[in-house]
């Protein structure tokens, strides 16, 4: 059984990069043909992708947020992370981390809120 759990990002103030880990239990995140990503949910809007690595290390973005947005793995925790820099009240979210979410193998972390505040 995998399972996806994002950390909490604490205090996040205007202009400051926002820092989520996503921890996987139950599968590789080295695997081949994987897919973790990672995708928010304002109040009131629609779910929106943000962005993934794949099994070999590959990282894509959304456009929209390309300039701000890095991804990186740590192997050895069997963890990826987000890193979105210069945060404003807009990025206030739920976030989650996901694996394959169009595929047969889809797996959501329960999600995390981060608010983006002074």
């Known amino acids: 059984q995998v399972q996806l759990q994002e950390s909490d990002p604490g205090l996040v103030k205007p202009s400051q990069t926002l820092s989520l880990t996503c921890t996987v239990s139950?599968?590789?995140?080295?695997?081949?043909?994987?897919?973790w990503n990672w995708i928010r949910q304002p109040p009131g809007k629609g779910l929106e992708w943000m962005g993934g690595?794949?099994?070999?290390?590959?990282?894509y973005y959304s456009p929209s947020l390309k300039s701000r947005t890095s991804i990186s793995r740590d192997t050895s925790k069997n963890q990826f992370t987000l890193h979105l820099s210069s945060g404003t009240p807009e990025d206030t979210a739920v976030y989650y981390c996901?694996?394959?979410?169009?595929?047969?193998?889809?797996?959501w972390g329960q999600g995390t809120q981060v608010t983006v505040s002074s």
């Open positions: 996901a694996r394959d979410p169009l595929g047969p193998l889809a797996s």
């Open positions: 139950g599968d590789s995140i080295t695997t081949i043909s994987r897919y």
């Open positions: 690595i794949t099994g070999s290390g590959s990282t």
